[in-house]
């Protein structure tokens, strides 16, 4: 899937899902997989998809490795101090002015509560209830396999705003 894409020159970025339960945490399901309530999502002030739903994240400072980046973003962008991430997902995204390989992570186990910043109005939403109609097109394609306890890799392609190619395989293990 990636063969046309050289992984390791594309800048770096990040994505966090954090999941709690209606008790506050999260328990393994009959798969294994956390059985969540609700998801923590960001309505983004500024940046790549400002005005959109996304999880919190972003890009990877040089020196820096995609389990810090993730540490430090939702840190910066909600408060939150994440213990438990957990690399789910990654996929290359190509657009007229920003291509990156971006790491998608998942954690049910974290410090704090979330706080509106300068980058970030924080929610949770319930996991049958994601407003994909405001995010990303392609979050639907891997979203809620990733709510659910699954994994994925992937390629989108975007133009003027639009997915025009995607590609994606579930049930992979990403190497972190
Ligand atoms: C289909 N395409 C996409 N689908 C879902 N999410 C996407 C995405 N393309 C980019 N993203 C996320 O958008 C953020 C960009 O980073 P962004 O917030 O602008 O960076 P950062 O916080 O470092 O900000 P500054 O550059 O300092 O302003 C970062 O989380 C990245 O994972």
């Known amino acids: ?22 008790a506050g945490n999260v328990q393994p399901d009959d798969d294994g997989g956390p059985d ?5 999502l960001i309505h983004k002030k500024r940046g790549v998809g400002s005005g959109q739903w996304v999880g919190p994240g972003g890009k990877v400072e040089p020196g820096e490795t995609v389990r810090e980046c993730v540490i430090r973003e939702v840190r ?16 290359v995204y190509r657009s007229d002015d920003w291509d ?3 790491h998608v992570f998942r954690a049910t186990e974290y410090a704090g509560t979330p706080e509106e910043t300068e980058e970030a109005d924080p929610r949770w939403f319930p996991v049958d209830d994601i407003p994909f109609d405001e995010m990303w097109q392609t979050d639907r394609e891997w979203l809620p396999n990733v709510l659910d ?18 590609s994606l395989e579930t049930g992979v293990t990403p190497s972190v």
Request: negative net charge.
């Open 36 to 40: 969540a309530d609700e998801a923590l």
């Open 100 to 102: 990156a390989v971006i």
């Open 1 to 22: 899937m990636f063969e046309d894409d050289p992984i390791g020159d594309l800048p770096a970025a990040t994505l966090c899902h954090l999941l709690r339960g209606a």
């Open 149 to 166: 306890g699954g994994t994925f890799r992937g390629r989108f392609v975007y133009s003027d705003g639009e997915p025009q190619e995607v």
């Open 76 to 91: 910066e962008e909600v408060g939150i101090d994440v213990l438990d991430p957990e690399k789910v997902g990654v996929f």
